[in-house]
Structure formats: C-alpha cells, structure tokens
C-alpha cells in the first residue's frame, strides 16, 4: 500500500507484528512565514519524528535544496530515526498531500520498499478524530543501524539527460521520455511568474503541463480548514488523458512510454509520481534540479507556447 488511512495508520501503530516509525515532512515555500520544525514542536502525530528534508539532502553545485541525498546520508538519517531495513515506515505532512510524497520517493529510490504516506495527512488526521502529541517532543529515539544503500539508477534524471530529451518528440521518438511539468499552467506558459526572483517562467520544449493539483481533492476539516487527498484512480487517468489527449494516454497507461516528472524544485514533481504510481506506472523518473536548476543555466531552451 502507498497511501494509508488514518484508521488504518492507527491499527498499525497498536499492532506489534512490525516495528512502524512516522515522520512529519512538512516543508513550506521558501517565501511562506511558516516554519515546519517548530511547527512539528508543537502539533505531531504520537510518536513521530521530524524529517527536514533540506536536511537530508546531497548539497547542489547550484546550492539546490533537498537534492536526492547520497546512501550515506540517507542512512545516517535512517539510523537516527531508529529506522531499519526492516521497518514500517509512514510519512506525512500538514498539507495533506504536498511534500510527504517527496519523503516516499526518497525511501522508494533508496530500495526501502515497506513505506508510505498518509494520505491527508496530518490534518486527516485530527478531522476523523485521532489524537496529537502538542507536548515538547522527547530526544528518546534508540538509534539502528542501517547499512548505506545505492539509489535506483532510474530514480533521478540529470540536466544533460533533460537536454538530450527536449529535443525528442515523445510517443514518435523511440527512446524519448514523457515530461511531465507540475507547476501551474501559467508558469508552464510563461504567462505567469516563477515565486523566485529572476527565474524566467516557460518550460522546457517537448514537456507537458501537468499541474500536480490536478490528482488532488480539497476536503473540508470540521474546524473549518481544509486538506488534500488523492484523487480516486478513475480521476487520475481522466486528468492524464486530459492533459494528453485519449490515444497518447492509452499509450502511456499500456507502458509504451516512460515518464519524467519535474516542477519547480523537485517537490510537488513527487506529487505527480505518486500519482503515476497508483495507477500501476512504474517507469517514472524524477528531475531533481526542476524548473530551478534548468531555468538557471543561460544555455537552457526556454519553450513559451502551448
């Protein structure tokens, strides 16, 4: 399972048939006020810890945040955690789905397969009436080991591979990846800016507008709040063909394509991975530098129209 309920989460965390470890990977804008580490100070689910996921993280020639991190680091975080090879892992954020997709695309790439998120999140949570720990969290976590692993060569895609690829025509080219942008269509257009300074908006040539919000359902919280979820499987292949047009997403639901995910910086692209996931697509990339790292260099191909 990729997605968990919240009453399911909670029947695991009573059971004692595997060791289950939560993390909070609630991560904010860079131009948001909010703080997602104090924040998890105050408010968390019982037992979780906190997963700074610019923390863990490989540093970028261009000083990108939360790169894919090496093996070790992953696992020096793991071991900090208290996670094994072994254990049960499930990550969620305060969006409801926003960032802890990118903390489970971090555990998939690495090879840790019993992990995954919780679907609405925190906020899921306290709606259907689960409790929160809103006391100073406790430095009591027993440390493990956890051997360095090596990343799936297909998890990450890399500038020069982006390059080469924008200029094949996907479904006519035969090795060309099927890009899939998850920034607002405005920003793919052009039309509207990038939230960091400087940064041209555009896309790059032969890519998709996919906005990630599109898998997404906005629930209503009963203390007049609201949260997302994954849309139901029938409504991710809708907004696929949608943004595809029927015969080449039949194309891709069959495997005749692969996928490459990306956004503005390699965060709401996870969003679109999981997305594919679900509907039993597994041939998906992620370009971890996105829009930033690509917009950045002078020598990027800056696509403007539809």
């Known amino acids: 399972m990729l997605l968990l309920s919240p009453t399911r989460l909670s029947q695991l965390l009573k059971s004692e048939a595997a060791q289950t470890i939560v993390l909070d990977s609630t991560w904010f804008m860079p131009n948001s006020t909010r703080i997602a580490a104090a924040e998890f100070r105050t408010k968390r689910i019982p037992g979780a810890r906190f ?5 863990v993280a490989s540093p970028h020639e261009l000083g990108l945040k939360h790169m894919l991190p090496s093996g070790e680091i992953f696992a020096r975080a793991c071991e900090k955690f208290g996670i094994g090879r072994s254990s049960r892992v499930v990550v969620y954020d305060s969006h ?7 903390a489970l695309w ?6 840790h397969e019993d992990a995954a998120i ?11 009436g689960f409790p929160v720990d809103q006391e100073p969290p406790l430095d009591d976590v027993k440390s493990s080991n956890y051997p360095p692993p090596t990343a799936d060569d297909n998890a990450v895609r890399s500038y020069g591979q982006m390059v080469y690829n924008s200029g094949l025509v996907p479904f006519e080219t035969a090795d060309a990846e099927l890009v899939f942008d998850a920034r607002s269509r405005g920003r793919y257009l052009g039309t509207d800016p990038e939230p960091r300074p400087g940064l041209s908006s555009g896309h790059i040539p032969n890519s998709f507008s996919l906005p990630f919000n599109t898998f997404l359902q906005t629930n209503a919280a009963p203390n007049g709040t609201s949260y997302t979820t994954y849309l ?15 015969q080449r ?18 965060m709401s692209a ?5 997305g594919l996931q679900l509907l039993g697509i597994k041939q998906v990339s992620l370009y971890d530098e996105s829009w930033t790292g690509y917009a950045q260099r002078p020598s990027s191909r800056i696509d403007k129209s539809q």
């Not at 997963?51 to 923390?55: A, G, K, P, Q």
Request: hydrophobic letters at 40%; charged letters at 20%.
């Open 118 to 128: 919780l679907d609405g999140g925190l906020p899921r949570w306290e709606a259907e």
């Open 249 to 266: 997403a039949e194309s891709l639901f069959k495997g005749d394509v692969s996928v490459i995910t990306t956004c503005g910086s390699g």
């Open 106 to 111: 971090m555990f998939k790439s690495f090879g």
């Open 232 to 246: 139901p499987e029938s409504q991710l292949r809708s907004a696929i063909v949608e943004a595809l047009g029927p």
């Open 96 to 102: 409801g789905v926003f960032s802890s997709p990118r």
């Open 51 to 55: 997963l700074d996921l610019d923390e």
């Open 270 to 274: 996870a969003v679109l991975w999981l």
